[in-house]
T-cell receptor
Framework: KNEVEQSPQNLTAQEGEFITINCSYS?????LHWLQQHPGGGIVSLFM???GKKKHGRLIATINIQEKHSSLHITASHPRDSAVYIC???????????FGTGTRLQVTL | EPEVTQTPSHQVTQMGQEVILRCVPI?????FYWYRQILGQKVEFLVS????????KSEIFDDQFSVERPDGSNFTLKIRSTKLEDSAMYFC??????????????FGAGTRLSVL
């Protein structure tokens, strides 16, 4: 069973700050997702990665397979980035996702 | 952009009643999922479905739950006799394939189920 841990659980930042959210997992994976959950509850997929690094706009995701660790970075944070960010993993050939508990980010002016 | 749609957005029911949650996955997707999120907790996997049969299910997905793809577009989750603890947000998701590049899961907006 794969345990997925995220840190921090809650994060408050001022607009413009560089933000890092961390995710670690206990068992080898085939891929890792970073997801964003808005206050209304909807979930949006931000990245899926299995190695290295991906960038989309102000968001950067990295993964270290050997260390079983991934990070999500947000550069020049903005209040509209306020949401819950969730790490989720695929283990082996399983199609299901195992989710972390999420990091609640609040960006203030 | 194609999206997964779920109806209703909010369902209120009495304990012991049957509910059906509906989902329309993205049209060229082959893999379908249901997840749930109890308020304040993490999202949990319920079931995955491929080629008109369940491919994997969690221990949560007991005999009270069933899934169906009654036609070419809908994917439903039925709870036969709802319990208070079934109150949660239920998310449907779909993906194109299992191989890595196509395994991104797209989520619907969710159905909030309230069991009274």
């Amino acid at each position: 069973k794969n345990e997925v841990e995220q840190s921090p659980q809650n994060l408050t930042a001022q607009e413009g700050e560089f933000i890092t959210i961390n995710c670690s997992y206990s068992v080898g994976i085939s891929a890792l997702h970073w997801l964003q959950q808005h206050p209304g509850g909807g979930i949006v997929s931000l990245f899926m990665l299995s190695s290295g690094k991906k960038k989309h706009g102000r968001l950067i995701a990295t993964i270290n397979i050997q260390e079983k660790h991934s990070s999500l970075h947000i550069t020049a944070s903005h209040p509209r980035d306020s949401a819950v960010y969730i790490c989720a993993v695929h283990t082996g050939t399983a199609s299901k996702l195992t989710f972390g508990t999420g990091t609640r980010l609040q960006v203030t002016l | 952009e194609p999206e997964v749609t779920q109806t209703p957005s909010h369902q209120v029911t009495q304990m012991g009643q049957e509910v059906i949650l509906r989902c329309v996955p993205i049209s060229n997707h082959l893999y379908f999922y249901w997840y749930r999120q109890i308020l304040g907790q993490k999202v949990e996997f319920l079931v995955s479905f491929y080629n008109n049969e369940i491919s994997e299910k969690s221990e949560i997905f007991d005999d009270q739950f069933s899934v169906e793809r009654p036609d070419g577009s809908n994917f439903t989750l039925k709870i036969r006799s709802t319990k208070l603890e079934d109150s949660a947000m239920y998310f449907c998701a779909s993906s194109e394939a299992l191989r890595l590049a196509k395994n991104i899961q797209y989520f619907g907006a969710g159905t909030r189920l309230s069991v009274l």
